[in-house]
């Protein structure tokens, strides 16, 4: 039995339109990505550097890990985001996203002064405590 003409047809439209919407969707996410991002860069730019007393409160870390098998060898890779979380006299909490080197040099419990600029972490001192 022969399918009609018509019928490969339509089928070539919907496969068509399809595409189109999957094209449409992949580069409104990446513009929105990147909108996004610059539209923080800009607030955080805008925003004062402020120092104020701040305690080291929590401490994570946000490990993603992607995989690849190229002529049957396996690649892993992973990637690691580290953030700490700082209360401040007031109670408010705000966690930053840092260097794996600023991490490494926090202890939750430190005690100390927090610079930062909107969401941009710019430094933790550490006060000295006398013995």
């Known amino acids: 039995m022969e399918v009609p003409f018509f019928a490969g047809d339509l ?3 919907f496969v068509s339109i399809f595409i189109g919407i999957i094209f449409v969707i992949i580069i409104g996410t990446i513009l929105f990505s990147i909108f996004k991002g610059i539209g923080q ?10 120092i104020v007393p ?3 409160k929590s401490k994570r870390t946000d490990v993603r890990r992607s995989g690849s098998i190229n002529n049957e060898h396996h690649h892993t890779t992973s990637h690691t985001r580290y ?3 700082f209360e401040f006299e007031s109670g408010d909490r705000s966690e930053f996203l840092i260097s794996g080197n600023e991490y490494g040099l926090l202890s ?3 005690i100390g002064k ?3 600029q909107g969401t941009r972490f710019l430094g933790f001192t550490r006060k000295q405590v006398n013995s």
């Open 11 to 13: 089928m070539f439209q």
């Open 41 to 50: 860069w800009q607030k955080n730019e805008n925003s004062p550097k402020l």
């Open 54 to 56: 701040a305690i080291v």
């Open 83 to 85: 953030y700490v979380t």
């Open 108 to 110: 939750e419990g430190d």
């Open 114 to 116: 927090l610079t930062f």
